[in-house]
């Protein structure tokens, strides 16, 4: 094998650990927590980034987390707190000093803020808030009195707005006469005298521009703007759908208060995304830090449903006991059926839900996708049922028997694409959240017809 070669084999293990915490650097920290030598965990956190550190707090137990932090001490940075997992977030900030608790608030942007005391118990909201200055915990209380899951609580009271009558060189010389400016923004917002948002400038452009230049002639073609009471995912969705780096947010007059930036709203939608995976499997929201009796109490509800789906496809099973008595080959045979149309149906209803939240499954092509579906479930039927006809006929010597399965299947699979698409899409028209629900109806659905349909056919063939 040449060096190439090898080289070649390597790189996939190499892929998947890219980013990663390195395994000898944590075990460097965590030697140095144990030997409580706080400037040696100094100089190896100090190249880290805070997502790195938040994930090595979210991935070491409580023990070392807590002696982590404690011997970190005042080196501890406001970033990481918005970083770290919000399951082991609280316990972070009950460990951090005072003092240092303070100083890491203090150089966190107001969305970061206000996204640190959403699901913080009052006592730590208040020790939060007293470590802020005037205007930054008047602007963070007025956020926390928006909506939960609004734009008034993504949005960042810091942003930078220009009079839309200036030029070019206004806004430079605006620009680097203020050093109370944003730490990173995009745009520089026009406002009408009445504080109303009218364009966005990139600095880009500014920069490149000359100094004589009106700001209003060189803002950007798509231009949203976002009301504070609107619900975070549609804020989400308009960044994704109009490429938005960033978007002013107006309260109920129309005036500016705040701006989202892209970061923000790809976190939201990156969250809605893994919640609707998580309650597509039935688990619900939680994290691998989550304590035994936190993570049953989650599951076990929709456990308890899936109990009473599997309890009605028993009652089905029930009604053709003497046939399956009769025919031993349909107790053996049956699973198959039900099996793939529970798959099929999955496949159908994963699709549907990314469809609804993406909104891309409207009133106007509903019945085209459930069409499609259909007929996918019936060309997949159909294939398979060729194939478990010979199966059933090669296995048990029974041409009939085939037929059965073989039909069972098409019935069964056409029904699930069918399930899989429409029950998503009513539950989402009756206001019920489509991932949370969906599976159980769809699972209930196909077993319920898959054995319906093989029993019943066996008994009209079979017998």
Do not use: C
């Not at 960044?239 to 976190?267: C, K, W």
């Not at 029904?415 to 969906?438: C, F, N």
């Amino acid at each position: 094998m040449t060096e190439d070669q090898t080289e070649i084999e390597d790189r996939p293990e190499a892929e998947d650990e890219a980013y990663l915490l390195d395994k000898k650097t944590v075990s460097s920290i965590l030697y140095a927590v144990d030997v409580g030598d706080a400037s040696a965990l100094t100089e190896l956190m100090e190249p880290l980034h805070a997502a790195d550190i938040a994930d090595l707090l979210e991935q070491i137990n409580t023990y070392d987390r807590r002696r982590l932090i404690e011997l970190y001490g005042r080196e501890f940075d406001g970033d990481i707190l918005s970083e770290v997992d919000e399951s082991i977030r609280e316990e972070v900030i009950a460990i951090l000093n005072p003092t240092v608790l303070a100083n890491a608030v203090r150089g966190l942007d107001s969305d970061d803020v206000v996204d640190l005391l959403e699901d913080l118990d009052e006592p730590q909201q208040e020790a939060i808030l007293g470590a802020l200055e005037e205007p930054d915990r008047v602007a963070v209380a007025q956020a926390l009195s928006y909506p939960e899951y609004s734009a008034g609580r993504l949005m960042q009271r810091e942003v930078v707005a220009a009079p839309e009558h200036w030029t070019v060189g206004d806004a430079i010389d605006f620009l680097r006469s203020h050093d109370d400016l944003p730490d990173q923004f995009y745009h520089v917002v026009l406002v009408d005298p009445r504080m109303h948002p009218v364009g966005n400038v990139t600095l880009g452009k500014i920069m490149r521009s000359r100094r004589d230049v009106a700001l209003t002639s060189i803002t950007e073609e798509i231009f949203k703007i976002i009301p504070v009471d609107q619900d975070e995912g549609d804020v989400a969705y308009a960044f994704n759908q109009y490429h938005l780096i960033s978007a002013p947010v107006v309260d109920e007059s129309g005036r500016l208060v705040g701006q989202i930036t892209i970061d923000d709203a790809m976190a939201v939608l990156d969250e809605e995304h893994e919640e609707d995976i998580l309650r597509l499997a039935g688990v619900g929201e939680g994290s691998l830090t989550d304590r035994v009796i936190e993570t049953t109490k989650g599951r076990f509800p929709w456990l308890a449903v899936n109990l009473v789906t599997a309890v009605l496809a028993s009652l089905v099973i029930a009604q053709f006991e003497e046939a399956i008595t009769q025919v031993v080959a349909l107790a053996v045979l049956m699973p198959i059926v039900a099996s793939m149309g529970g798959n099929a149906g999955t496949q159908s209803l994963t699709v549907a839900v990314r469809a609804l939240a993406t909104k891309d499954l409207t009133g106007s092509n509903v019945w085209r996708v459930i069409r499609r579906e259909v007929l996918v479930g019936f060309v997949n039927g159909t294939a398979f049922a060729v194939v478990m006809g010979i199966v059933g006929l090669i296995w048990f010597g029974s041409l009939t028997l085939g037929y059965v399965i073989a039909a069972a299947m098409i019935i069964n699979l056409v029904v699930a694409g069918l399930a899989g698409t429409v029950i998503p899409i009513v539950l989402d028209r009756m206001g019920i959240d489509p991932a949370l629900a969906s599976g159980a109806f769809v699972t209930t659905v196909t077993d319920v017809v898959g054995f319906f349909a093989f029993l019943g056919l066996a008994v009209l063939w079979l017998l």
